[in-house]
């Protein structure tokens, strides 16, 4: 049974950092693209970064480009996203996800998904 467990998550001021993680199980994690996904308050699930399978490739949605960054241990089967610069548009549910393919940039193309860790950004 694969399970992807997100944390991290919190309430934050503009301007902050936070750094979220996701412990996976159940899975050979190396043979999986990770990544994040987010969902805010009315909006469509959108895209937020990705990792490839040996950490040679990553790939950022458009809004988080230049302030997150994902990085992997493929030892301690962990995804992790460092948040910088943080703004209320970030506010969201963020999801770990599993992929068994390159590049994921679709909700659909993600195999695995966690339960999710609130992010909320106060201005």
């Known amino acids: 049974q694969v399970q992807l467990v997100e944390s991290g998550g919190g309430l934050v001021q503009a301007g902050d950092s936070l750094r979220l993680s996701c412990a996976a199980s159940?899975?050979?994690?190396?043979?999986?693209?990770m990544g994040w996904f987010r969902q805010g308050p009315g909006k469509e699930r959108e895209f937020v970064a990705a990792i490839s399978r040996i950490s040679r490739w990553t790939s950022y949605g458009d809004s988080v480009k230049g302030r997150f960054s994902i990085s992997r241990d493929n030892v301690k089967n962990t995804v992790d996203l460092q948040m910088n610069s943080l703004k209320p548009e970030d506010t969201a549910v963020y999801y770990c996800?599993?992929?068994?393919?390159?590049?994921?940039?679709?909700?659909?193309?993600?195999?695995?998904w966690g339960q999710g860790t609130q992010v909320t950004v106060s201005s």
């Open positions: 996800t599993g992929a068994g393919r390159w590049p994921v940039g679709a909700a659909y193309e993600a195999d695995y």
């Open positions: 159940g899975l050979t994690f190396s043979s999986y693209a």
